[in-house]
């Protein structure tokens, strides 16, 4: 064993014909004299042996003296030529984050909608006017980088102002962190809500045990009568590139469907309208040296954490605007640096997407 644990027996009045050496130690043996045993075989009374055999087995306890929070341990077992090994998990208790949901079921209390404006203002009136036709009573959290942000106000609006082009995680950073309930969803400032944008759906799929999801991805729809229809779902492969370091592939794709809901699938990246734990995406969070691009950057470093699913039945419309100060900055060339940044935090050297 790899700390300092000890084992022990906790039979009483220890059981006959077995000897017992090495109790609270690391070093546990336990022995039947070979004398013993062929006395219990001519006399037939080896099944009583046997018994008495399984209940020493049975009575071994693990105890580890050496505190850490979460660890591991091996166990080595040897009975005569044979040898194994036990893996043991050292964990502390966690204690689960709880949230009071308020008598009345209603959505407002468990989704807060969340999103990140920048020079566009007549979008961010839009969103809530959209949004109060379906949930009117919903919390709208709004962070703001404009260089003269627009005040909005209203029931259940908080509108929190950041220094002028402070840029997008940073901003992801500051919404998230306002909000009070299990569950939000993140809209771009110029999305509007539809009937098909149903909350209650999205929270039935992040409350299901089963599933054990953590972000749900619905569908961007624009044009006329929603012809244009945006998922993004793309799943992350891992691989060796041998001198060159590890790899991070992404390509177009699902792994699988769910079990309970087929319209939904595993996958790793989903678009930018989705519904999600607080606490799983704060445990990530957004890198705020990614300041005008970053969304797939987020599903990289939750890969592996998050598990995340899309589904083909909860939409939101894309209202598209693009204001002349909004797209001077949108249309910026991405610095190569931003790509340092994304290396010199994994062990990945590389990023490559693939079209299927």
Known sequence: MNYTPYLFVSVSPNPPHIIIRGNNTVDLVISIPLQTLKTQIQETRISALTKTINNVLQNIYYRNTFYDIF?????????????????????????????????????????TIVTKTFERPDSVRNLIKSTRKYYPNITIVIADDSREPISFQGNNIKHYIMPFAEGWFAGRNLAISQVRTKYFLWVDDDFEFTKSTDLNKCVERLEDSDENLDIVGGVVVSGWFGLFQRHFDQIIEVSDGGETGTRLCRKSGVYRKLYNYPQCSITSIVVNFFMAKTMSVRSIGFDPELERVGHSEFFFDGFGYLRIASCSDFSIKHSQTKPKEYMKYRNRKVDPLIYSIIFSKTIYNAIIKKRI
């Open 71 to 111: 660890t591991r341990d091996v166990i080595h077992v040897k009975f005569l030529q044979y040898t194994m090994d036990i893996n043991v998990v050292i964990k502390e208790v966690t204690l689960p984050r709880l949230y009071d949901p308020k008598p009345g079921n209603d959505i407002a209390n468990k989704v």
